[in-house]
T-cell receptor, first 108, second 112 residues
Framework: KNEVEQSPQNLTAQEGEFITINCSYSVGISALHWLQQHPGGGIVSLFMLSSGKKKHGRLIATINIQEKHSSLHITASHPRDSAVYIC??????????FGTGTSLTVIP | DAGITQSPRHKVTETGTPVTLRCHQT?????MYWYRQDPGHGLRLIHY???????DKGEVSDGYSVSRSKTEDFLLTLESATSSQTSVYFCAIRTGEVTEAFFGQGTRLTVV
């Protein structure tokens, strides 16, 4: 079974804190995506990774292919970062497999 | 957003009625997907398409059918809606083999 595990499921942080969300998968992948979903909102793609590290502003995503693990980091967190963050992987086929998401709340 | 629009955005329908959701893209991308999102389950694949008239089933395809007669449109049909199909439905596209995935804004469907 192509499982995608995220942790933690829920996360509350104070504004300004450094946040890490983790994603583990079971077999080799073609690509891993980090997605963001605000309450009642659509889904936005933050990153697509197949190796290494990417950075957009305060967001950093890393992937370790050998360990089958990815992390999403948020530096200097802000209340507007409050959202559900979803990890999605694609194996060699056309389908994506999704984690159940991490619900982040950043308190002012 | 890669020019994806879903319609309708909200719908309430009665059990047993047919419902069609539309996903439209403006950039001729090959791969299109329909997902449903339910609490505790995350996003689950219903059907996907890898070209005109080329579709395949996902993990929760029972009770759903799809059609793709044009590159830009991917239709999801609930032949006879049931309350278990109350969900938020997302369309997504993939722009290439190792490229981004983009999602529509979602359709909230309630079957009463």
């Amino acid at each position: 079974k192509n499982e995608v595990e995220q942790s933690p499921q829920n996360l509350t942080a104070q504004e300004g804190e450094f946040i890490t969300i983790n994603c583990s998968y079971s077999v080799g992948i073609s690509a891993l995506h980090w997605l963001q979903q605000h309450p009642g909102g659509g889904i936005v793609s933050l990153f697509m990774l197949s190796s290494g590290k990417k950075k957009h502003g305060r967001l950093i995503a890393t992937i370790n292919i050998q360990e089958k693990h990815s992390s999403l980091h948020i530096t200097a967190s802000h209340p507007r970062d409050s959202a559900v963050y979803i990890c999605a992987v694609r194996y060699t086929g056309n389908q994506f497999y999704f984690g159940t998401g991490t619900s982040l709340t950043v308190i002012p | 957003d890669a020019g994806i629009t879903q319609s309708p955005r909200h719908k309430v329908t009665e059990t047993g009625t047919p419902v069609t959701l539309r996903c439209h893209q403006t950039e001729n991308h090959r791969y299109m997907y329909w997902y449903r999102q339910d609490p505790g389950h995350g996003l689950r694949l219903i059907h996907y398409s890898y070209g005109v008239k080329d579709t395949d089933k996902g993990e929760v395809s029972d009770g759903y059918s799809v059609s793709r007669s044009k590159t830009e449109d991917f239709l999801l049909t609930l032949e006879s809606a049931t309350s278990s199909q109350t969900s938020v439905y997302f369309c997504a596209i993939r722009t290439g083999e190792v490229t981004e995935a983009f999602f529509g804004q979602g359709t909230r469907l309630t079957v009463v």
